[in-house]
Antibody, heavy 117, light 115 residues
Framework: QLQLQESGPGLVKPSETLSLTCTVS??????????WGWIRQPPGKGLEWIGS???????HYNPSLKSRITMSVDTSKNQFSLKLSSVTAADTAVYYC?????????WGQGTLVTVSS | QPVLTQPPSASASLGASVTLTCTLS???????VDWYQQRPREGPRFVMR????????SKGDGIPDRFSVLGSGLNRYLTIKNIQEEDESDYHC????????????FGGGTKLTVL
């Protein structure tokens, strides 16, 4: 069974860069059938798609966040990563990684990132 | 890009039925929508995709037959029959858009309370 696990700091200071990694187990990130995505959920709010990346590095970012996002893939470690720069309190959220086939079919459990000084 | 609108809350009694609605913005009546269930303190899980012709593809793993979908005009519906306690969740709808359908937008989610 495919499993995804987010990891990274739970606290980030304003104006700094948020960095998260998603480790995939039970399947290869290099499969040519899937994109790998990041989705976030601010406390008490709905889901927001951040972006998706293919194993080759081809990516698609949410236009509202595009100027601050960098996503990457490390096929040797079966991981993909998210960097979000110049964070503010509005970026406080639970961050999920997920596999995207035609839809997001496997999700991680999520990790809470709080932006605070 | 489409905007997806969901009522913030819904409720139903144990054993009853409930229909949740996701409404696409004008001009997007041919779009499919994906439903996701999110139980308290868990990550979302895929329920099923719906278009105007009904379900598209197959249900997500472990989704019971009590869950069904319909689509009409700009509305995409998720119906749950014989509601159980474990159905109490947030339900989110999402849609692909843009070049190659590689961009995703979500609705605000509906919190379903089982009475």
């Amino acid at each position: 069974q495919l499993q995804l696990q987010e990891s990274g700091p739970g606290l980030v200071k304003p104006s700094e860069t948020l960095s998260l990694t998603c480790t995939v187990s039970g399947g290869s990130i290099s499969s040519n059938s899937f994109y790998w995505g990041w989705i976030r959920q601010p406390p008490g709010k709905g889901l927001e798609w951040i972006g998706s990346i293919y194993y080759s590095g081809r990516n698609h970012y949410n236009p509202s966040l595009k100027s601050r996002i960098t996503m990457s893939v490390d096929t040797s470690k079966n991981q993909f990563s998210l960097k979000l720069s110049s964070v503010t309190a509005a970026d406080t959220a639970v961050y999920y990684c997920a596999r995207r086939d035609f839809w997001f079919d496997f999700w991680g459990q999520g990790t809470l990132v709080t932006v605070s000084s | 890009q489409p905007v997806l609108t969901q009522p913030p809350s819904a409720s139903a009694s144990l054993g009853a039925s409930v229909t949740l609605t996701c409404t696409l913005s004008s001009g997007y009546s041919d779009y499919t929508v994906d439903w996701y269930q999110q139980r308290p303190r868990e990550g979302p899980r895929f329920v099923m995709r719906v278009g105007t012709g009904g379900i598209v593809g197959s249900k997500g793993d472990g989704i019971p037959d009590r869950f069904s979908v319909l689509g009409s005009g700009l509305n995409r519906y998720l119906t749950i029959k014989n509601i159980q306690e474990e159905d109490e969740s947030d339900y989110h709808c999402g849609a692909d858009h843009g070049s190659g359908n590689n961009f995703v937008v979500f609705g605000g989610g509906t919190k379903l309370t089982v009475l």
